[in-house]
């Protein structure tokens, strides 16, 4: 194989965000992109679509940390008065950008717990695993989707979601 074709392979396969070097790419790239304050929608669109791409081929540990970065409130809290209102990246989303992203980060929540012990620890180690487990069992899911998702206002959570919780 010559330099040139090695380097166009190796490119390829970093481009590819479902190899392994692209999908640590891509995920290294959407977390700084989801830490601005304002998203496009564009942004959400895409991660969504390779988190369901991950998910659709039982790719389970990398569709969830495809999505964990919108999910997940990045800010540590306010240093003044320790209130972290402003939410996670999908917070400032689109109302169908939210519905979707939650929607299937539950999805992918519930195909986890649905995992026998074995497969649960060969595909997130036993710690995480009972960790997400446990989280959806014993409804905590709920508190995040309210405090990250929709700023702490109950009343303020899509239906759609709230249906697939």
Do not use: C
């Not at 008065?81 to 989303?93: K, Q, T």
């Amino acid at each position: 194989m010559s330099n040139g074709s090695a380097i166009a392979t190796l490119t390829n396969t970093v481009d590819d965000p479902l190899s392994p070097s692209g999908f640590l790419s891509s995920s290294v790239n959407s977390l700084s992109t989801f830490s601005s304050p304002r998203h496009g929608s564009s942004q959400f669109s895409k991660a969504f679509r390779q988190a369901s791409s991950l998910f659709l081929t039982r790719r389970l540990q990398e569709a969830l940390s495809t999505l964990q970065p919108l999910v997940t409130n990045v800010s540590t809290s306010n240093q003044t008065n320790g209130d972290s209102s402003e939410g996670a990246p999908i917070a400032s989303a689109s109302r169908s950008s939210r519905i979707k992203v939650w929607s299937l980060y539950l999805t992918i929540l519930d195909a986890v717990a649905k995992l026998g012990p074995e497969d649960g620890k060969n595909a997130f180690g036993n710690q995480e695993w009972r960790l997400l487990v446990g989280k959806a069992r014993e409804g905590k899911v709920w508190d995040d989707v309210v405090t990250d998702g929709y700023r702490g206002i109950e009343g303020d959570v899509d239906a759609e979601v709230v249906i697939s919780l």
